[in-house]
């Protein structure tokens, strides 16, 4: 590993990684306490290759030589103690416990949600979320990413377990549990299959859709479990959300994003930014900071120090102890205002300059619930480990 001072960045980038190859070193970590950054270069094929970075608060986890997780921020920490005490979790002058701000469920995949005061903590999930999604008439699934016009739907759940959908222009629809609906094959991973709903509910949001599409309804969550390579442990259960049961997602993380926004929009776009990941590539920058509701959390707290969420592996909201299974990747659905529907490039253009790695961009957390009970606005938060 090398620690990279100013004076000596050049020959630490080039010259050390040449010499190095020469000798088939199989790993070089560079790491920047300035900025702070870690760039892992491995041997490959006769030349080193670059394997992982991150900047500030990011996480990489590492097989080789060895399994280990790293975060520049926490490695800048521990060779500056002065650093310890600005950036301690206490560093904002904050006596005071962290708070949930917002609870969200979406009971349709891609769809507009709902603002509730308290939620159930399922073992999958929030109750009520991401029980039903859109296929098309083979059972492949459809999602915002590539029907934009489903963020244009809100639907809100319904005592009975059922949910109502709103279309784009105020009419509704009442879906109730297809209990007893024919189950057919679904390509959400690990799913198999899924109920379909009543023939009238694919007709009308086929109708305002434009293409024929079809509802489903996830009846058992428990058989759809959390893959491992997204973090998850045998005997999770997940809902037909992305990889993770919720995803938290924090204020004050979401005010640095803005500021980063505002600061950088004169810059140039960073090289390789995935072009499916913007919706509109010749969108002006915007002009009002972007709403925490683009990147679809289900649990927004204020937070303290910003990014700090990515390092936290477990805690507590309220009375309900949780796990952090990932940090969440970004995809193009956070380039669409959920109001307007208009596209546009960030945050993606933004996250990709400060955080990109493992050729993906990084916001939020995603957590699985290791307790059951309710949460509510309001509720602490208290950071375990």
Known sequence: MTTLPPSSSLVDLNLKNAAYERFG???????????PSIIVFEFDDGRYRERARGNGAAVIDLTTPFPVRLCPLDL??????????????????????????????????SMGGVAVECA???????????????????????????????L???????????????????????????????????????????????????????????RPVRLV???????????????????????LADAGP????????????????????ELSDVAGIDPFDISDAS??????PLDIVRFRPNVVIDGDEP???????????????????????????????PVTLAGGKEPIRTLARHRRWDRSTWFGVRLAPTSSGTIEVGDSLEVRT
């Open 25 to 35: 070193v199989e790993s070089h970590w560079v790491v920047d306490p300035d900025e």
């Open 76 to 109: 800048r920490r521990s060779l500056d103690p002065q650093l310890v005490a600005q950036l301690s979790p206490a560093s904002t002058g904050r006596i005071d416990p962290m708070r949930v701000t917002s609870v969200r469920i979406y009971p349709v995949k």
């Open 120 to 150: 159930s903590v399922e073992p999958w999930g929030l109750a009520g979320d991401r029980r039903f999604g859109i296929v098309d008439p083979h059972g492949e699934k459809i999602t915002a990413r590539e029907l934009h016009a489903l």
């Open 152 to 210: 244009g739907f809100h639907a809100e759940p319904r005592d009975d377990g059922g949910i109502s959908i709103t279309g784009p222009a105020g009419d509704s629809i009442v879906v109730r549990p297809p209990v007893d609906g024919e189950l057919v094959a679904v390509s959400h991973a690990r799913q198999g299959k899924a109920t379909l709903v009543a023939d009238e509910i694919h007709g009308w949001l086929s109708d305002r859709l434009g």
């Open 217 to 239: 309804w996830q009846g058992d969550p428990t058989l759809r479990s959390i893959a491992e390579d997204r973090g998850g442990l045998a005997g999770e259960s997940l809902s």
């Open 246 to 265: 919720l995803l938290l997602a924090s204020e004050a993380s979401m005010a640095q994003l803005n500021r980063w926004i505002a600061a950088d929009a």
């Open 283 to 288: 969108a002006a920058r915007p002009f009002e």
């Open 307 to 337: 990014f700090a969420e990515d390092r936290w592996a477990t805690l507590r909201i309220g009375e309900v102890e949780f796990r952090t299974t990932m940090i969440c990747d970004r995809c193009v659905m956070t380039t669409i205002d």
